[in-house]
C-alpha cells in the first residue's frame, strides 16, 4: 500500500525533510540558506576593505566652528582630517575674519607640507568683537594629493542671535 502523505513519505524515505512546528524544511535547503548569508557577510566585508583601503581618493574634512561669548570673545576653531587614503601636501589655509562693518577681526595663514591619512590639523583664531553684529569667515584651502591640484573657498556669516555655529564641508576625488 502506497502512502500519499509528503510527510510520511519522506520518513519512509530516510528522513530527508525535518518536521518543525508542522512544516517541513529540507535539510539542504537550511544549508543553502547558511551559506548564502556566509558569502554576503564576506562580500559586504570585503567591499568596505577595498572602500577604505584599495580604492584611491582624496578626501579632507573641513569642519568649522564659530563661537562667540557675551563678553566679546570669539574663537574659530577650524579642524582638517585627511581621510581618503592618498597624502595632502602643501596645505595652503588661508582664513579672515571680519565684522558686517568691514572690520578685520582677524586672520591666520598655514601651510602644512604633509598630511598622512587619518591625521587631523587644527587652526584656531582667537579675537573680540562686538557680539551684536554679524561676522564674516572667508576659508581658502589648496592642496595636492599625487599630482592633482584641489582647492575650496568658503565664506560662512553667522547672523545675530547664534553664539556657537558648526559648517562642515568634504573634498572629495575617486580615483585622482
Not at 5 to 10: H, I, L, V
Not at 22 to 48: C, D, E, H, M, Y
Not at 65 to 93: D, P
Request: hydrophobic content about 35%; glycine content about 8%.
Amino acid at each position: 500500500m502506497k502512502n500519499r502523505n509528503p510527510a510520511d513519505r519522506a520518513a519512509q524515505d530516510g528522513c530527508e525533510n525535518m518536521t518543525h512546528s508542522g512544516t517541513s524544511v529540507p535539510i539542504q535547503g537550511r544549508k543553502a540558506v547558511w551559506i548564502f548569508v556566509i558569502i554576503t557577510v564576506l562580500l559586504i566585508i570585503n567591499g568596505l576593505i577595498g572602500y577604505h583601503y584599495v580604492l584611491p581618493r582624496v578626501q579632507l574634512d573641513v569642519k568649522v566652528i564659530y563661537h562667540e561669548e557675551v563678553a566679546g570673545n570669539i574663537q574659530v576653531n577650524v579642524r582638517l582630517t585627511n581621510s581618503g587614503n592618498k597624502i595632502i601636501t602643501n596645505l595652503e589655509v588661508s582664513l579672515d575674519f571680519v565684522d558686517e562693518k568691514g572690520k578685520d577681526l582677524g586672520n591666520r595663514h598655514e601651510l602644512f607640507q604633509s598630511i598622512e591619512s587619518g591625521i587631523e590639523k587644527n587652526i584656531h583664531l582667537n579675537s573680540s568683537g562686538d557680539p551684536n553684529i554679524d561676522h564674516t569667515i572667508n576659508l581658502v584651502l589648496t592642496f595636492s594629493a599625487g599630482e592633482n591640484e584641489y582647492s575650496g573657498n568658503w565664506t560662512l556669516e553667522d547672523s545675530k542671535g547664534y553664539m556657537n555655529v558648526a559648517f562642515e564641508k568634504t573634498l572629495k576625488d575617486w580615483f585622482p
